[in-house]
């Protein structure tokens, strides 16, 4: 914007907040894709260190489905990393966009973010649950074979990475809305750009 239109903008307003100047608005991007970004390595990190872990238990375990559970989450691990890429990576704001351009360039970043957040379930959290269920299966088997109180104790071995999932989906889903929040702030914004001044 340039700054008579900002003027304009704000005198216009009254006592309206005043609007997103085209630096604001970078700013505010780059701090989100350096957040994004963050978050992201540390994702890649724990994949990175998981994998072997469960990997080991994949080979050399001496029950099958004890395997087949460990594999399964080996590879629900690799699909999270590559889904978090693909649905959840962040870019930086193209340096020669105008205040228009670079608002919606800023709110599809956000729109992404809250996108793949709230279908979290589908790429990130639901892919574990086979390997969590096989590995509690393989768990209880041979436990119910010794009496049946102590196989269906063994089902609370499921509890502990249940209740994981479900306080992880339940983060995400604050983190959605706290992202909506800033796109229904940066609506606001164009809405007042567009009823002042021509930007």
Known sequence: MQNNDIRNLWQAQGSADAPLTLEELRQKGEKFRTTIARRNL??????????????????????????????????ALLYMAY??????????????????SCLAFHRAQLERQRDALSGIWRWYLGPLIPGFATIAIAISIPLFHRSIGAGLLSFLWIAFPALVLWQVARCNRGAAAKIQRQ???????ERNSNSGAPV
């Open 42 to 75: 540390r994702e890649y990190i724990g994949v990175a260190l998981m994998v072997p872990y469960f990997s080991y238990f994949a080979w050399t375990s001496r029950l099958p489905l004890m395997r087949v559970g460990n594999g399964l989450l080996v590879a």
């Open 183 to 189: 796109i229904d702030e940066l609506a606001a914004a």
């Open 83 to 100: 889904q978090l890429h693909r649905r959840a990576s962040a870019s930086s704001t193209p340096g020669e966009l105008a205040w228009q």
